[in-house]
């Protein structure tokens, strides 16, 4: 409030935002001071435009004022500076009554993909004795963009006809139906084996119709598009800022498999876990000390998954996922699976699984090291009872070599 004007001006966003790469609206007010009574013509709003961290909206002419009051005419502009935008409201009778009413207006455009602090101004002209001389009052408004929470939780799949109950156990063929929470703007989903995804789109379910004939794990993938759009000569830093991705990975059995052929390329004897990789049509043990090298000629993503397969007494297993690049390590990932026995109600005993998941991204050049290594609560490494998979989903053209 500006106490020299007897003018009240307030700017708030509607979200906790700004967010990054969102529509950002902003609710605004102009009104006369408590108990005084004053003229005014015009309200502007002076947003910096562009693509830096202290600019709120891209510079795309998209930024608009409105207001739901048909006595004020709606002016975009841009001021003599290219990196403002000028949005202003003008009283259709230029300000000859006094402004009674308090003006509601709004605030849009296409926030930008940088965070930072932004300031915007509103100046407004205004008269303290009836319209004969004007002058102009202002107030700043400062505010945070900051990147929305993108989450993907809770991959669950079901029969068609129970769609709340959950399932992972179908019979070869049957319908399957996928569902997830997200606040994404794509999804896709893939399947062990299948290089390409057997769903793409936006909805947060889908049913696969063909099925699965033997125990099947599928990768969900999820894509945050911060824009629709791209603005004109944005930076590389503000295109790798458009989209976030994130991963989740299911796997269903069947309780009367289909054996089908695979052809093997490379064999290691060994009583450790078993790998397989998609795409290269390797299947392989870890070799005796449970590790194994392996080289992507394509950028894209790799998932591990190990699961107790056998045995009831309580026992764990660790899977590691390091990545190397130029020599150096730069990713790495730890994850824990255990099979435990435990006592339900009357006295049943119930064995528990939980699998372990590792998920890293990784460029063309990068080598992987995968590494198992399995121990009972003693401390005894195990030599059987569990199966690692090991997927890399390409981006473009290529595979996964074994070093």
Request: overall charge negative; charged content about 25%.
């Given at each position: 409030?500006?106490?020299?004007?007897?003018?009240?001006?307030?700017?708030?966003?509607?979200?906790?935002?700004?967010?990054?790469?969102?529509?950002?609206?902003?609710?605004?007010?102009?009104?006369?001071?408590?108990?005084?009574?004053?003229?005014?013509?015009?309200?502007?709003?002076?947003?910096?435009?562009?693509?830096?961290?202290?600019?709120?909206?891209?510079?795309?002419?998209?930024?608009?004022?409105?207001?739901?009051?048909?006595?004020?005419?709606?002016?975009?502009?841009?001021?003599?500076?290219?990196?403002?935008?000028?949005?202003?409201?003008?009283?259709?009778?230029?300000?000859?009554?006094?402004?009674?009413?308090?003006?509601?207006?709004?605030?849009?455009?296409?926030?930008?993909?940088?965070?930072?602090?932004?300031?915007?101004?509103?100046?407004?002209?205004?008269?303290?004795?009836?319209?004969?001389?004007?002058?102009?009052?202002?107030?700043?408004?400062m505010f945070e963009k900051t990147s929305s929470a993108f989450y993907l939780k809770n991959l669950f799949?079901?029969?068609?006809?129970?769609?709340?109950?959950?399932?992972?156990?179908?019979?070869?063929?049957?319908?399957?139906?996928?569902?997830?929470?997200?606040?994404?703007?794509?999804?896709?989903?893939?399947?062990?084996?299948?290089?390409?995804?057997?769903?793409?789109?936006?909805?947060?379910?889908?049913?696969?119709?063909?099925?699965?004939?033997?125990?099947?794990?599928?990768?969900?993938?999820?894509?945050?598009?911060?824009?629709?759009?791209?603005?004109?000569?944005?930076?590389?830093?503000?295109?790798?800022?458009?989209?976030?991705?994130?991963?989740?990975?299911?796997?269903?059995?069947?309780?009367?498999?289909?054996?089908?052929?695979?052809?093997?390329?490379?064999?290691?004897?060994?009583?450790?876990?078993?790998?397989?990789?998609?795409?290269?049509?390797?299947?392989?043990?870890?070799?005796?000390?449970?590790?194994?090298?392996?080289?992507?000629?394509?950028?894209?993503?790799?998932?591990?998954?190990?699961?107790?397969?056998?045995?009831?007494?309580?026992?764990?297993?660790?899977?590691?996922?390091?990545?190397?690049?130029?020599?150096?390590?730069?990713?790495?990932?730890?994850?824990?699976?255990?099979?435990?026995?435990?006592?339900?109600?009357?006295?049943?005993?119930?064995?528990?699984?939980?699998?372990?998941?590792?998920?890293?991204?990784?460029?063309?050049?990068?080598?992987?090291?995968?590494?198992?290594?399995?121990?009972?609560?003693?401390?005894?490494?195990?030599?059987?009872?569990?199966?690692?998979?090991?997927?890399?989903?390409?981006?473009?053209?290529?595979?996964?070599?074994?070093?």
């Open positions: 409030m500006d106490n020299k004007t007897g003018m009240q001006v307030t700017l708030a966003s509607q979200e906790s935002g700004p967010y990054i790469g969102r529509t950002g609206i902003f609710n605004g007010t102009l009104k006369n001071y408590e108990g005084q009574e004053y003229h005014c013509r015009s309200i502007s709003v002076h947003v910096p435009v562009g693509n830096e961290a202290d600019c709120l909206y891209f510079n795309d002419d998209k930024t608009v004022i409105a207001s739901k009051d048909p006595s004020w005419n709606r002016i975009s502009s841009f001021s003599a500076r290219s990196e403002e935008a000028v949005c202003t409201l003008e009283l259709k009778d230029g300000g000859a009554r006094p402004l009674k009413n308090t003006l509601n207006f709004t605030l849009s455009g296409n926030v930008n993909l940088t965070e930072g602090t932004v300031l915007v101004s509103c100046t407004y002209e205004y008269s303290s004795d009836g319209g004969k001389t004007w002058g102009t009052g202002k107030e700043e408004f799949t079901a029969k068609p006809e129970s769609p709340t109950s959950c399932c992972t156990q179908f019979a070869p063929g049957e319908s399957i139906s996928f569902f997830w929470e997200s606040n994404g703007t794509m999804y896709e989903i893939y399947k062990k084996g299948e290089a390409s995804a057997i769903y793409s789109g936006m909805d947060t379910s889908y049913t696969y119709q063909t099925g699965i004939d033997s125990d099947t794990t599928f990768l969900l993938k999820a894509v945050q598009t911060e824009n629709s759009f791209r603005g004109k000569e944005l930076p590389e830093k503000a295109l790798r800022l458009s989209d976030r991705m994130l991963f989740e990975t299911i796997t269903l059995t069947t309780a009367r498999p289909v054996f089908q052929e695979v052809k093997v390329t490379e064999k290691f004897d060994a009583a450790d876990a078993k790998v397989s990789m998609l795409r290269t049509g390797t299947q392989m043990d870890m070799g005796d000390k449970g590790s194994r090298k392996i080289q992507v000629t394509t950028d894209g993503f790799v998932t591990g998954n190990l699961f107790c397969s056998g045995g009831s007494v309580p026992s764990s297993a660790y899977i590691r996922l390091s990545v190397y690049r130029n020599g150096r390590e730069c990713y790495t990932a730890r994850e824990c699976a255990y099979c435990a026995d435990i006592l339900c109600a009357g006295n049943k005993s119930l064995t528990v699984r939980k699998p372990a998941n590792v998920i890293m991204p990784v460029a063309a050049g990068d080598t992987l090291i995968l590494e198992c290594s399995m121990e009972s609560p003693s401390g005894e490494l195990k030599k059987n009872g569990y199966e690692a998979q090991w997927f890399f989903l390409p981006e473009g053209k290529g595979e996964a070599t074994v070093l």
